[in-house]
């Protein structure tokens, strides 16, 4: 199902990506999960040009993982052009946005220090909070930063939320859902341009990985 992007958005607006990608490593846990969505990051803006979250640092290497800046142009996402999403809006006040705003820049600051929490994974599907210093997996650091910001969703650690959460909270508002390089939001000529230089050998790896 697709929805048309709505352009009424505010400088007030924070953004939730969810995305699935159909790597190994997204098939294995939506088989498990179930849900449509195994990624969610933190975005500043609609155009996603601001976009953070905990994954793979490098495209081609599932096991370095951290703190990344994504770009949906040059990174990971453009090796996968079949990424399915659902862009999520959310309501906040000023100083809401700025102190998220803030949260980011300080894990930009630091972001050696992070590590990918493989672990806090398993502590989902036990329902077990197994928050570790300094690690993150991608819905908790999203959780993390909302809170940190005073945005309050649930009554449980981030630890204990999952992307599937954010799809259905009744504070988001779904702006999009469908194919990521659809996004009407996003350069149609920086797209058309990446899916030129996907390497055809990638293309086939991808599946794998």
């Known amino acids: 199902m697709i929805h048309a992007a709505n352009a009424n958005t505010t400088e007030d607006d924070l953004y939730v990506l969810l995305t699935h990608t159909g790597t190994l490593f997204t098939r294995m846990i939506q088989n498990f999960t179930s849900a449509p969505y195994n990624h969610a990051s933190l975005a500043l ?7 953070y979250s905990f994954g793979r640092k490098q495209p081609t290497n599932p096991l370095s993982a951290g703190f990344v800046e ?3 142009y040059e990174g990971t996402y453009s090796r996968y052009p079949d990424t399915q999403c659902a ?3 959310l309501r906040v006040t000023p100083s809401q946005r700025e102190e998220a705003i803030r949260v980011v820049r300080t894990f930009q600051r630091d972001r050696d220090a992070y590590k990918y929490n493989l672990i806090g994974l398993l502590g989902v599907a036990l329902n077990r909070d197994l928050n570790r210093k300094n690690a993150y997996f991608c819905s908790q650091f999203v959780a993390d930063a909302l809170l940190r910001a005073g945005i309050e969703l649930w009554d449980r650690s981030p630890a204990l939320v999952t992307p599937d959460d954010f799809l259905k909270h009744g504070s988001f508002e779904t702006v999009y859902e469908g194919n990521l390089y659809d ?3 996003l350069d149609a000529e920086r797209i058309d341009c990446n899916r030129r230089e996907v390497p055809s050998s990638f293309l086939w790896r991808r599946q794998i990985v």
């Not at 803006?45 to 976009?51: E, I």
Request: net charge negative; no cysteine; charged share 25%.
């Open 45 to 51: 803006d609609a155009g996603l040009s601001q976009l």
């Open 87 to 89: 862009l999520l809006r």
């Open 183 to 185: 996004y009407p939001l």
């Open 70 to 72: 994504e770009d949906v």
